[in-house]
T-cell receptor
Framework: DAKTTQPTSMDCAEGRAANLPCNHS???????VYWYRQIHSQGPQYIIH???NNETNEMASLIITEDRKSSTLILPHATLRDTAVYYC??????????????FGQGTRLTINP | NAGVTQTPKFRILKIGQSMTLQCTQD?????MYWYRQDPGMGLKLIYY???????DKGEVPNGYNVSRSTTEDFPLRLELAAPSQTSVYFC???????????FGDGTRLSIL
């Protein structure tokens, strides 16, 4: 499985866009990029996933570079409740059965008032 | 919808004791998973199941057992608790084909 690299921590002002980078330079053609977050000590929460096209949902946008070696999660208008650890995970195609997620240490995002 | 429910929320065990962590989901998901999370670390997969009667090992299965007799329930058993099993345990469930996993709120377990 492809390894991901994320900054250890980031800060963002409330109301601004939070842009969280993820490097996955060894990603293969059938691997998807998933983003989850963990608020304080709660269970992780799914945010978004994609293969090669940019994706958007009610929570965030995912921008994947053309060569797929990196991606950026965008929270368009960050609020204090978005303070969490954000995990970027690369996994094989969904058709290959159970998704055995591998969580690294993620990025600790702090939203400041 | 309750989603994924884990019980108990907290537990303290003595070395050598056994216990079962309960997990139930009401979303009719085929797939269920158990993870553990040590302080300051990401989650590690212990066991998973793709349906009733089918279970398989994850990354860190030693010291644990699971069973899946119904679609809804996926209990995790610790037979001989050891201090290294002090952790937060998360259960998750999902539909097939890479659909998002839904997590419970966790069980915080201390082995003393």
């Amino acid at each position: 499985d492809a390894k991901t690299t994320q900054p250890t921590s980031m800060d963002c002002a409330e109301g601004r866009a939070a842009n969280l980078p993820c490097n996955h330079s060894t990603i293969s053609g059938n691997e998807y990029v998933y983003w989850y977050r963990q608020i304080h000590s709660q269970g992780p929460q799914y945010i978004i996933h994609g293969l090669k096209n940019n994706e958007t949902n009610e929570m965030a946008s995912l921008i994947i570079t053309e060569d797929r070696k990196s991606s950026t999660l965008i929270l368009p208008h960050a609020t204090l409740r978005d303070t969490a650890v954000y995990y970027c995970i690369v996994r094989p195609s969904p058709i290959q059965g159970a998704q055995k997620l591998v969580f690294g240490q993620g990025t600790r995002l702090t939203i400041n008032p | 919808n309750a989603g994924v429910t884990q019980t108990p929320k907290f537990r303290i065990l003595k070395i050598g004791q056994s216990m079962t962590l309960q997990c139930t989901q009401d979303m009719n998901h085929n797939y269920m998973y158990w993870y553990r999370q040590d302080p300051g670390m990401g989650l590690k997969l212990i066991y998973y199941s793709v349906g009733a009667g089918i279970t398989d090992k994850g990354e860190v299965p030693n010291g644990y057992n699971v069973s899946r007799s119904t679609t809804e329930d996926f209990p995790l058993r610790l037979e001989l608790a050891a201090p290294s099993q002090t952790s937060v345990y998360f259960c998750a469930s999902s539909l097939p084909f890479g659909q998002p996993q839904h997590f419970g709120d966790g069980t915080r377990l201390s082995i003393l």
